[in-house]
């Protein structure tokens, strides 16, 4: 009997052994790729899922901008976002995309703290919705709420 549970006990070894060498050599075979950032954090195209994931756990506020050329407010819209994307880089991500098929423009952002969706916003409401999703809000966030 104890010759038995010894081969058990040995094979078991051997199968844990095994596969961890096993897991090893798979992973290096396929190697996780990390996500890289885009060069600036104002671009014209949809960031992949993941990365959008990593930016806002990183506590950056992501913005997808969806807009046409031919509406009236968006020229406006697009200089604020832009303003606010140039000056917190690091904490702001804008995502510009054309649309030639909408009506009215979209603004999304999402942040640890949330995610809010605009449609044909004003000034007014892109500004108190940034201050309310970034992680260390400006001054002048301070300022709007007295």
């Known amino acids: 009997m104890k010759f038995k549970s010894s081969w058990i006990g040995l094979f078991l070894i051997a199968v844990m052994l095994f596969s961890t060498f096993a897991y090893a050599v798979i992973q290096s075979l396929y190697p996780k790729q990390a996500p890289t950032l885009p ?9 992949e899922p993941a990365l959008k994931d990593a930016l806002v756990q990183y506590g950056a506020t992501v913005i997808t901008f969806e807009y046409n050329l031919g509406c009236n407010n968006c020229v406006n819209q697009k200089a604020t976002l832009e303003f606010f994307a140039t000056d917190y880089k690091e904490q702001i991500w804008l995502e510009e995309i054309h649309d ?33 999703l970034m992680v260390a809000p400006p001054a002048t966030c301070a300022l709007q709420k007295t």
């Open 39 to 47: 060069d600036s954090n104002i671009i014209d195209y949809a960031l």
């Open 100 to 132: 030639d098929n909408l009506d009215v423009s979209t603004i999304r952002m999402s942040s640890v703290y949330g995610e809010e969706n605009l449609v044909d916003a004003n000034e007014t409401q892109i500004v108190s919705s940034l201050c309310g």
